[in-house]
Structures are given as structure tokens and as C-alpha cells.
């Protein structure tokens, strides 16, 4: 029989040890060790079959159990003890609270998955894992970060292989009773909900579960309602799922749906309003159209809402390629809002906003990217490399601007590192140390570390993967219908003593998962070897409409089925953050190899760093920036590059081969040979080599292992992230909000009826003569010129415009290389709307030297001199 109502029986917990319910439903348990450990002690078996979840823990324990509980003196103190703790973490001042009345009181955060914990499967890959690690470290830094997200019934899916390998994917349905949540009510105890109209007078309502990650309230909306009809109480049902109309309408919900969400929460809480609105991705992006609404219900203009709302946006791309966009039809929106979702806003306003009006786009899609740059005043890719590639590939919005120009910086992503460094590590530094956390001001104290202690530190580690490898892989096969009686084999799957390498990731076809097959006997060799020998653990998941990535995943799989290397090559089915938490520190080496630059930043070698592993990495994400010869190794790339761009010299097969080729080098000429140092024990065969002798440590891995962790562990930490969000984005966001809000929005208001002026008026500048006086026929480096422009600027005034000159070394096609910039100034009114503007520029380097003159839109207002996109070049 199947149950047609379904709910949770929570626990009730006696007086004495009521703190456990707090500690259970907020969040920073996935973080917090001392409280793991608790939960641990209360029933190490139960502890186990919860999976690592504290509310589901307490679901289970019996009331005998309970009661026994707490007439444990000790474990009532530690209760109570760590209650008091999570009161004090999440009242007390913390670095944020020091910054000042300047700082945002509420930054409101959107993003489509976080991955928090692996209870609260909401995630896929790294998006999500950095969207939770970003409010871990808000709620670590104090940041008054509010989050919103949908709340998918099934989550992502569960992975699982077939017998030949092939990928299965299981979609299990959440109970969010079971989960911990609670839901948002009214003062009257109904739940409190969110509605948005569709078409053919439909309407989608969604309720709003709260998770507490530490300070930082997480509203998740969940469409699985009475009262929907049952396409609109499937909206929320997978993440990344559907296409076509069931994601815009995710997408309609997240960020439209998401406004509303805070609206309810800050009535129903007394929260403050955000002053800084952040979209994750384009995802979100239609919460910069929901906030326009509000503003023209309020009797604004198009023109003022928009400058209104996007002067406290920001808006955030990982995406390195147009391919990862989502795009819809233009008709598809304005089927959508033509049903009422925003009435007081032109349909056809809504629309340009995603409008692929530029060289080489599509008029008839809507670009959620684009959208969301159009509806931010600040933008950023996610690394040093992925803000170039993004400024490129954005570059249609801005014509006329160089790439560097574009206004879009960048601020590279980092870890959480109370999340992702073992407890094992943190043991050892506070034994050494006397520190109970790891901060960035303590890594360079790796140095003091003994390397005898740190050898046995990685060595515990590796043994604690092999471990737990070995659990799954025999789990694995029982899945794919192996019997006992066939896994004798999987008691020895990999060795503590072997050099461990590991490969996890989502599976596009750009990461490249097997790239270590492009020469199948030359990685069994490397396997095998009888001196120094690696093992490889391999994890990640294929979308289920990714045929291709499917495939590679198979490929592999059979590779590491063949009986003679299946001890020293793993694929693990289901990678989440339980496995993860496991595989980081437990090896040596973290091999990344995506075709550049189409890894954004990638974070998975980060939180290797930061347990003492060394990347191996093709340069490309965050290892562009932060590689420096001395913390792991570059993998060559085949195609020479130059910033972004790749001259193709190979075809992709060639490539492939030539990248795979010197990946195996260095293994076996230079990671290999470190690691087991430059004596290899004599006994070393294929069972793998034995645990070295103290005066025969490789030391100059472990050099290379305590540089990691003095260098790396600082600057990959998401709270050093969160700190440049803060500081670079997030603080003239509120400071632009503030000054267009403020005197009933008068700022706003001039700014939007300037930028009407100007549009108007730019069709008419132009740059009409340019001369230069002062240089010689023969200049020389230290020699001044005086540039001369005359410029016809219409119904516009020279305060109105900024021209320039821009100047430096030219190139053989007369294109100015890394140029400087001049302002010229008004110098004569000629009438007419005709000017004088003068300046001078000097010659500091030998060899062509040229210069140019261009016309801006200045103002006050302005974030950036590309903000319109609007320039004449001379």
C-alpha cells in the first residue's frame, strides 16, 4: 500500500539537552567539528546509518536513548557548552561588524543550487559548491548575507553504473520535514507563500523553507504546493532537469519568485531590506526585472527603476563559453510576461534586456548572461583568466572598447576551509600550534612542521581514502550485480603507500576525464611500475542528457575493470560532498586537465592544497594565477597561447595525444620520482613500495607540500573571497544604491533623464580634426606633445563627455599595444556645438609610437566609462 499523506514525527528532546535541536537544525554542524563529534558520541551506529545528519539522527534515536542522554552528566555539559558556543558564533561581532556605516546592512544572494551539505542535496558540481562555501564564510566574517534558492523535491540525481559501465541515474524524492528546514509561516501559522501568474490564467505559488547556514539564512522556494496544478508542482522537482518553458519557469521563480521570497521573510522577521542584490550566474536574473517592477508601481520611469536597481547589483559569470548560457526564445518571454508577471513594466522593455544585439548573436534568442549584465552596474568573472575571457567574449555589448576595457572584473574564487580541510590536519596544527582553526594568518607556519610529522600526517590521510575507496568500490559492484563471492579482490583496491592521484569533477567534455587514456598502456605502465608506481581515484557525474560525457565515463570504467589495474584505478559512482570530504586530503597529487581557458576557476584543487596535496594542472582557472613552479606542476599546452586567445596549430586529436603525452612525463619523470625520493626501497614491486624509513623521506616533496600550504592555504580560502567581494563589490554597490535612493530618489532621476539626453544626442558627436604641436620630426623618449582635438558635440556640453587620447607603442597593423590614457580638456567653445579639447601626452619608450582620440558619456553615476557602451573613436 502506498501512502497518500505523508509527514515527519519530530523528536522531543527532555529540557536538559534541548540545545541539540538548535545544534541539529542550523547548518554550521557541516563545519563545526567539536559538534560533529557530538553527534557522533550520542550513537556511533545510528550516527552511520544517518548518513552524517543530525536532524535524521535525532529522528531516530529512541526515547530510552534520549532520556539516558541526558542524565549523562558529561554529555549534558558538552550540550550545553556547545549551545552556548553557537550563540556566541552567531551574535557576536565579527570582522564585517568592524568595517563601518558604509558597509551594506543586507546583501541579498541568488544562486540556482548550493551545496552546503551532502544531506541537503541541492547541488551538481561547483557552482553550487561555491555558492555554499560563499555562505559559510559570510556567516564565519559576519557578512549579513540573506540567500535565495529553489528547493528541488529530488535534488540532483544519484549516480550508479550498470554492469558495462554505462551511468544510471536515480532521482530519490526529499522529504523536507526530514531535511534541515523550516518553513516560513505567517503570524496565523499557514504557510507563507509567493505567486506568480502564467499563461492561459494559470498561476505558479511556491512556500519557503529556511535553512540556517551559521548567520546566514538560506530561503529555498518550493513549488511542490496544493493548489498548483501539477505542471506547476513539478517546477521545483530536479535541479537543471527540463528545458524550454520548465527551466525559464525555474529560472521566472528563482529570481522573480526569489524577490518576493525576501519580501515576506523581511516582513515576517524584521529583517532589514538588502541594499546589495547578487545573481550567481544568469540563472537569477530576472530579479533584477521583479525589483524594476516594484520601483514603476511606485510611479517611476523604465529609465529611473532600471538606473535605480542596477546601481546595487552585482552579477556574477563562470561561464567560459557562450555554449553554457542559457538562451531562450524571445517569444518564449514575452508568451511568459505577457500573462502579467510584471504589468507596469513594457513587455518589449523586458525583452532588450536579453537581446542578442551585437555582431555575431542571435535577435531572436534571449540571453540570461546577457541579461544579467545589462541589469548590473558591477560584474566579475571568477578568476584572474576567466575575467579575460569574459571581457572577450562579452565584448559585443561594449563596441568600440577594447577587451580590456570592458567592465567586467574579476574576483577568483576560494574554499571554505573549515569545510574541506581534514580533521585530521587541523589536529596536527593545533598540537603544533596551539590553533583550533586554521586562519590565514597561521599557514606559513608549515614550515615549522616537522617532516617526519607531515609525512606521517599524509600518510594517514592516504590510508583514511584507501579505507573508504575500498567500502565503495565493493558497494559499487554489488550495485552492478556482483556477488561477495566475486569481490574478494576489492580488500586490496589501492595501497596506503602508493603516490595517490586524484580526478574528480562534472563530466563535460572540455575537462577532459579521459585524457589519461589517450595512451592506455603507457597509464598502465605508470600504474604498474615497479619502482614508483601511482594508484588513481576517479569520481564525477555526466548530466543525464550528456550522451557524450556518458560515454567517457563507460570508457573509463572499463579501463579500470581489467583485472590487472583494478587495484590501482578506481571510478567512484555518486560523487558529493561526503566523498569528497575523503578523497581531497587523501591524495597526493590533484590532476585537472580542461582545455584552456574553458575551466572558469575550478576549485577542486584548492581544497587539495589546502590538505598538503600538489596540483597537476593545465594552466588554466585559478592555477594560471596562482601556479608558481615550487606548488605542484603545469601541464604544456599543446596550441600556444596568448592571455586568452589559442593559435590552433593541432587539430583536437593531436592535441589530446601531445597533452596526454607530457602529462604521463611528468609522472613518471618528475612527480613520480619526488615522491618516493631519489633511493626508491628495495622491496617495491606490485603490491607497491613500503612505508620508507625516516632518513630516506622525499624532502623535496615535502618542501614542495609545506610551500603548498604557506602559500596556497591563504589565498584559495573563501573567506580571503569574500573579503574582495566585500570590498570590491559589494560596498560601492550599497555606496551607488544609497546615493541613487536617497532624497526620494532625485539622483536617480537626473542620472536616468542624463543617460535619455545622451543616447539621443550621441548620434551626432564626432571627432572632427586631431592634430599634435610640440614634437619633433625625429622624437625622442622624454619629448612632450600637445594633442589638439575638435569635436562636434551636438545638443551635448563638454561636461557631458570625457575625450582622451589614448597613446603607447603601435603594432605592425598601427593597433595601439597596452595603451595609456590622456584627458584632454576643454580649451575653446568654437559654437555651434563645436569644441576645442587639448592636452599633452609624453613619449616614454623607443619604437612606433602612436595615438588616438576618442569621445565618452562621463558622469558621476557612472560605475564605469563603458558603463553605455557608447564611444566615437577619431
Not at 556567516?139 to 544519484?158: N, R
Not at 516594484?294 to 542596477?310: H, K, N, P, Y
Request: with cysteine; hydrophobic share 40%; glycine share 8%.
Amino acid at each position: 500500500m502506498k501512502a497518500i499523506r505523508r509527514f515527519t514525527v519530530r523528536t522531543v528532546l527532555p529540557s536538559s539537552i534541548a540545545p541539540l535541536g538548535r545544534l541539529a537544525s542550523n547548518l554550521r554542524w557541516s563545519w563545526h567539528q567539536p559538534t560533529l563529534r557530538l553527534f557522533e558520541s550520542l550513537d556511533p551506529a545510528a550516527w552511520r546509518a544517518s548518513g552524517g545528519d543530525p536532524v535524521k539522527l535525532l529522528g531516530t534515536v529512541s526515547r530510552e536513548k534520549l532520556e539516558s542522554i541526558a542524565q549523562d552528566e558529561h554529555l549534558v555539559s558538552v550540550i550545553s557548552d556547545l549551545g552556548a558556543d553557537l550563540d556566541r558564533y552567531l551574535n557576536e561581532p565579527r570582522w564585517y561588524q568592524g568595517l563601518g556605516e558604509d558597509a551594506p546592512t543586507s546583501i541579498a544572494y541568488f544562486s540556482p543550487e548550493y551545496g552546503i551539505s551532502a544531506v541537503l542535496p541541492q547541488y551538481s558540481g561547483g557552482l553550487g559548491i561555491l555558492a555554499g562555501d560563499h555562505l559559510k564564510a559570510a556567516s564565519d566574517l559576519g557578512v549579513p548575507l540573506v540567500a535565495v534558492g529553489l528547493l528541488y523535491k529530488a535534488g540532483y540525481f544519484k549516480q550508479a553504473l550498470s554492469r558495462d559501465g554505462w551511468q544510471l541515474e536515480t532521482y530519490p524524492v526529499l522529504d523536507p520535514n526530514g531535511l534541515p528546514l523550516t518553513l516560513l509561516r505567517e503570524e496565523d501559522g499557514t504557510p507563507a507563500r509567493i505567486t506568480l501568474p502564467l499563461p492561459d490564467n494559470r498561476h505558479l505559488s511556491a512556500q519557503i523553507w529556511r535553512a540556517d547556514v551559521g548567520r546566514v539564512p538560506l530561503l529555498l522556494l518550493d513549488s511542490d504546493v496544493i493548489g498548483n496544478d501539477d505542471a506547476a508542482r513539478g517546477i521545483t522537482d530536479r535541479l537543471y532537469g527540463g528545458g524550454g518553458d520548465h527551466r525559464l519557469q525555474q529560472e521566472l521563480l528563482l529570481g522573480m519568485g526569489g524577490v518576493k521570497a525576501l519580501r515576506v521573510h523581511q516582513r515576517l522577521t524584521g529583517a532589514p531590506a538588502a541594499e546589495v542584490f547578487h545573481s550567481n550566474e544568469g540563472h537569477a536574473g530576472f530579479l533584477g526585472v521583479e525589483r524594476i517592477r516594484e520601483l514603476m508601481d511606485q510611479g517611476m520611469t523604465w529609465e529611473e527603476a532600471l538606473t535605480v536597481s542596477r546601481a546595487s547589483t552585482v552579477f556574477t559569470t563562470h561561464t567560459p563559453v557562450p555554449a553554457g548560457i542559457d538562451r531562450f526564445e524571445q517569444t518564449q518571454i514575452r508568451h511568459f510576461f505577457t500573462a502579467g508577471l510584471a504589468q507596469s513594466v513594457p513587455t518589449d522593455k523586458i525583452l532588450s534586456l536579453g537581446v542578442e544585439n551585437y555582431e555575431g548573436g542571435d535577435s531572436t534568442k534571449f540571453n540570461m548572461a546577457v541579461m544579467g549584465l545589462r541589469l548590473a552596474q558591477r560584474a566579475n568573472g571568477v578568476a584572474k583568466l576567466h575575467g579575460e575571457v569574459s571581457r572577450e567574449m562579452f565584448s559585443g555589448l561594449w563596441p568600440g572598447f577594447d577587451n580590456s576595457e570592458v567592465p567586467i572584473t574579476s574576483v577568483t574564487n576560494g574554499v571554505h576551509v573549515p569545510t574541506w580541510i581534514d580533521p585530521e590536519v587541523t589536529a596536527l596544527a593545533s598540537e603544533k600550534f596551539g590553533v583550533a582553526t586554521v586562519h590565514d594568518r597561521d599557514w606559513g607556519r608549515a614550515y615549522e612542521i616537522d617532516d617526519k610529522d607531515l609525512w606521517d600526517l599524509r600518510r594517514k590521510l592516504r590510508s583514511n581514502l584507501v579505507q573508504d575507496v575500498r567500502r565503495r568500490v565493493k558497494r559499487a559492484w554489488r550495485r552492478r550485480g556482483a556477488s561477495d563471492a566475486e569481490l574478494a579482490w576489492t580488500e586490496n583496491v589501492l595501497d596506503p603507500d602508493v603516490l595517490t592521484i586524484g580526478f574528480a569533477r562534472r563530466v563535460p567534455t572540455y575537462k577532459r576525464l579521459t585524457l589519461m587514456l589517450r595512451d592506455p598502456d603507457r597509464l598502465k605502465a605508470l600504474l604498474l611500475h615497479p619502482t614508483h608506481p601511482i594508484q588513481v581515484v576517479v569520481a564525477g557525474k555526466s548530466h543525464p542528457a550528456d550522451e557524450q560525457g556518458k560515454k567517457m565515463i563507460q570508457d573509463l570504467v572499463r579501463f579500470t575493470d581489467d583485472p590487472e589495474v583494478r587495484h590501482r584505478i578506481v571510478f567512484l559512482p555518486n560523487y558529493d560532498i561526503a566523498m569528497a570530504q575523503t578523497l581531497f586530503p587523501g591524495c597526493d597529487v590533484w590532476l585537472n586537465n580542461p582545455l584552456r581557458p574553458l575551466e572558469a576557476s575550478g576549485t577542486s584543487g584548492m581544497k587539495s592544497a589546502i590538505n598538503g596535496g600538489l596540483n597537476l594542472s593545465i594552466l588554466d582557472g585559478w592555477w594560471d594565477e596562482m601556479y608558481d613552479g615550487n606548488n605542484g606542476w603545469a601541464i604544456p599546452s599543446a596550441n600556444p597561447t596568448k592571455g586568452t586567445r589559442t593559435r590552433e596549430v593541432y587539430n583536437a586529436d593531436q592535441r589530446d595525444d601531445i597533452e596526454a603525452a607530457a602529462l604521463y612525463d611528468l609522472l613518471e619523470n618528475s612527480v613520480g620520482p619526488m615522491f618516493y625520493g631519489t633511493e626508491p626501497p628495495a622491496d617495491a614491486g606490485a603490491a607497491g613500495p613500503s612505508d620508507p624509513p625516516t632518513d630516506s623521506l622525499p624532502h623535496e616533496w615535502l618542501e614542495m607540500v609545506k610551500h603548498t600550504l604557506a602559500d596556497l592555504g591563504p589565498n584559495v580560502s573563501a573567506s580571503r573571497m569574500l573579503k574582495d567581494y566585500v570590498n570590491r563589490l559589494y560596498r560601492p554597490a550599497s555606496s551607488s544604491g544609497r546615493y541613487m535612493a536617497a532624497d526620494g530618489y532625485t539622483a536617480a532621476k537626473d542620472l536616468a533623464l542624463w543617460i535619455a539626453k545622451v543616447r539621443d544626442g550621441w548620434s551626432t558627436v564626432q571627432v572632427e580634426n586631431v592634430d599634435s604641436v610640440g614634437v619633433s620630426e625625429n622624437p625622442q623618449i622624454g619629448d612632450s606633445l600637445t594633442v589638439q582635438a575638435y569635436v562636434s558635440l551636438g545638443s551635448l556640453r563638454p561636461e557631458d563627455v570625457s575625450v582622451e587620447a589614448a597613446y603607447g607603442m603601435v603594432t605592425e597593423n598601427d593597433k595601439i599595444s597596452e595603451h595609456r590614457i590622456q584627458e584632454l580638456a576643454p580649451a575653446e567653445d568654437l559654437g555651434s556645438g563645436r569644441h576645442l579639447f587639448r592636452g599633452t601626452i609624453r613619449i616614454e619608450q623607443a619604437g612606433p609610437f602612436g595615438y588616438t582620440v576618442r569621445v565618452l558619456p562621463t558622469h558621476s553615476g557612472l560605475a564605469s566609462k563603458a558603463e553605455l557602451g557608447l564611444v566615437v573613436n577619431a
